[in-house]
């Protein structure tokens, strides 16, 4: 089946994505290497942690792009601790306008991925 264009939409923002994690990775990596932080100490973890994330994501983009269910499952997954993160985002204070987004944005995507034509492309039983 087709790819639908939303699912190449949210492959190319996966990818890229993946892309931004692993430069700032790098970055962060770089300041361990050559700066002042000493190795296996909270920064170094935290760029092995976000080298681990662009890796992650620009495997889910390339899912997308080749219509792997496990991408559909992992999308639907991330939706829902998106929306976990609102809730939690509007209790500690979040404006009006950015608890809206974050809720928003998700539950379109939720609603997209739950199509037929999105679950049929996927092989998901609807």
Same mark, same amino acid.
């Given at each position: 089946?087709?790819?639908?264009a939303g699912i190449t939409i949210i492959?190319? !923002?996966s990818l890229a994505a993946g892309v931004i994690f692993l430069l700032q990775g790098v970055r962060i990596l770089g300041y361990v290497v050559f700066g002042p932080a000493p190795?296996?100490?909270n920064i170094? !973890?935290?760029?092995?942690?976000?080298l681990l994330m662009g890796v992650i994501w620009i495997s889910v983009g390339g899912a997308f792009l080749t219509l792997k269910p496990w991408a559909w499952l992992f999308g639907v997954f991330m939706v829902g601790i998106s929306l976990v993160e609102a809730f939690f985002g509007s209790l500690n204070g979040w404006q009006f306008g950015d608890m809206f987004v974050a809720m928003i944005v998700p539950l379109i995507i939720l609603g997209y991925l739950n199509t037929e034509k999105v679950k049929t492309?996927?092989?998901m039983e609807g």
């Open positions: 089946m087709k790819r639908p492959a190319v !923002l190795a296996f100490s170094s !973890l935290t760029g092995w942690w976000t492309a996927f092989d």
